[in-house]
């Protein structure tokens, strides 16, 4: 039979809510048995020595002459017993006593029934593994009824360093601190583990156990334990609220699917086109907490990958940074991603801080996570066009190679203009006037013509810049241009013709990324 410390005693058998008064430095020592003051003298019979004294304060002060709880723990320190129990209100004098004799003092809750705590201490003593196959269950029922009661993730983490005397701390896929229930070295360890794995670790002196929520790929995140040792029961009360966690988890995935339909169909609905009765739009709306009335302006949320997963994970996360930042935006899924629409109607509300802000709360869990913006729409009948805006800003932003997380169409200058064009033939004979030929060129021979000419054209014609941005000599840059200028017929030092194949190369890629969008349908 392993032997049980005080330590395990207080978190296996005794009731919840008891604290330790005095005599810390004591509590690894040895429980062999457990014993409550009698009624009547002796007060106790047939101690041993190791044992847990119960003393419940009424009785005590019902013998005759009183016993008080500072001569008891003098008497009992002699023997040695282990540990005392008390039930009742505990003076500083007798903490002091408690202190004095190096005995671990633990005040029971009023509510304790002596009879109870000896079964529970007994059954601890007897049948180990079975006492915490018993506490577990318990713990479990107790995390259910709590999590049913409302109290959320938060309220379940501390719960369960309650009930463990552990620091605990909830953390997303990507390893980012939701929740934190913890002191001292257990909170510095727990705030500062990073992409934590499931299973034993240390991390700052401290033992840590992580436990997934979830299996495989419908994984939710991670419960990890913390303290300076760890056993048995910190595991199993792991696993148990790791299964709490997990369902208060799922149970808001389900609730946020609901709500994401729901606005997700009138998003739909809105961008059909005009209503037939506006007014009722704009009531259902405000039922679903939006108000139509202000200026919105599309947000595309891309999670980098085209897959349901991906476009799943950026919903839910999507939806967390906008309720976080109280902000009421429709919102519908797609297959890349997020659409939303901002509300700015605020006085001094601009969509690119509000992008920023979100973008903030998006990118631990999603790195790759792009946003585009289109400009604001006055009304509702202009949503469309700021969706359009949105999703061009996001097309051309890739194309462009731009390394931004957040693309404005705004901000795209002469592109705007060009994609106004990209389908019309003037612009194509356009290109095919100027560019076509070295774009060809390039493609046949692996040339960086196109290459030259864009590095020539930021670097404002200068020949030294220029050669020092591609990394050539002087010589080769002049080359590569007189090349340019044999293959296209249009001279460099003509300005028309210059900026002929400035607009060229913009044009060049509008018409790239229109190419690639037809060649994915």
């Not at 014993?35 to 847990?52: D, I, V, Y």
């Amino acid at each position: 039979m392993p032997s049980i410390t005080v330590r395990e005693v207080l978190r296996l058998a005794l009731p919840p809510d008891t604290t330790v008064l005095a005599g810390s430095d004591g509590m690894a020592r040895s429980v062999q048995w457990v014993t409550t003051l009698r009624a009547t003298p002796p007060a106790f019979a047939n101690l041993q020595g190791r044992e847990l004294a119960l003393i419940p304060v009424a009785v005590a002060q019902a013998h005759d002459p009183p016993l008080t709880l500072a001569s008891l723990i003098e008497r009992l320190a002699n023997v040695p017993i282990a540990a005392i129990g008390v039930i009742g209100e505990v003076s500083d004098d007798t903490r002091a006593a408690a202190d004095v004799a190096g005995m671990p003092l633990l005040r029971l809750p009023d509510s304790a029934s002596p009879r109870e705590v000896e079964r529970e201490v007994q059954r601890l003593i007897s049948d180990y593994e079975a006492q915490i196959d018993r506490r577990g269950a318990q713990l479990s029922n107790l995390l259910t009824q709590r999590s049913l009661a409302g109290a959320g993730i938060q309220g379940l983490i501390e719960t369960l360093a309650e009930r463990t005397g552990q620091g605990v701390g909830y953390y997303s896929l990507a390893g980012e601190l939701r929740a934190l229930k913890a002191r001292g070295p257990a909170r510095v360890a727990l705030q500062t583990l990073r992409t934590p794995g499931a299973g034993a670790t240390t991390h700052l002196g401290q033992a840590i156990w992580v436990q997934p929520l979830g299996a495989g790929g419908d994984r939710l995140g991670f419960l990890a334990i913390g303290g300076e040792t760890l056993d048995d029961w910190d595991r199993l009360a792991a696993q148990q609220g790791a299964a709490a966690l997990a369902l208060v988890l799922a149970q808001v995935q389900a609730i946020r699917a609901t709500e994401e339909r729901m606005r997700g169909d009138f998003l739909q609905t809105v961008l059909a086109g005009p209503p037939a009765d506006a007014e009722a739009l704009l009531q259902r709306g405000q039922e679903l907490g939006f108000d139509l009335r202000q200026p919105h302006v599309a947000l595309l949320c891309s999670a980098g990958e085209a897959d349901e997963p991906a476009a799943a994970q950026a919903a839910n996360l999507l939806a967390a940074a906008l309720n976080a930042l109280g902000i009421a935006a429709p919102a519908m899924r797609r297959a890349d991603g997020v659409l939303c629409y901002l509300p700015l109607g605020d006085p001094g509300v601009h969509a690119r801080d509000l992008a920023e802000r979100i973008y903030a709360r998006l990118a631990a869990d999603l790195p790759q996570v792009t946003l585009a913006l289109g400009r604001p729409a006055a009304t509702v009948a202009t949503w469309p066009n700021s969706l359009r805006e949105a999703e061009q800003a996001l097309l051309l932003g890739r194309q462009l190679h731009d390394t931004s997380h957040i693309l404005d169409f705004g901000d795209l200058g002469v592109y705007r203009l060009l994609v106004l064009l990209r389908d019309s033939p003037e612009l194509g004979e356009f290109y095919r006037a100027t560019l076509a030929a070295l774009a060809d060129y390039d493609r046949r021979q692996e040339g960086e013509l196109l290459k030259t000419l864009e590095a020539f054209f930021a670097n404002l014609g200068n020949l030294a810049r220029t050669a020092a941005a591609l990394h050539i000599h002087r010589n080769t840059l002049l080359y590569r241009l007189g090349r340019v200028a044999e293959i296209s017929g249009l001279d460099l030092d003509d300005p028309e013709e210059r900026l002929a194949l400035w607009l060229a190369l913009k044009a060049h890629r509008v018409l790239r990324a229109r190419d690639v969008v037809e060649d994915g349908l």
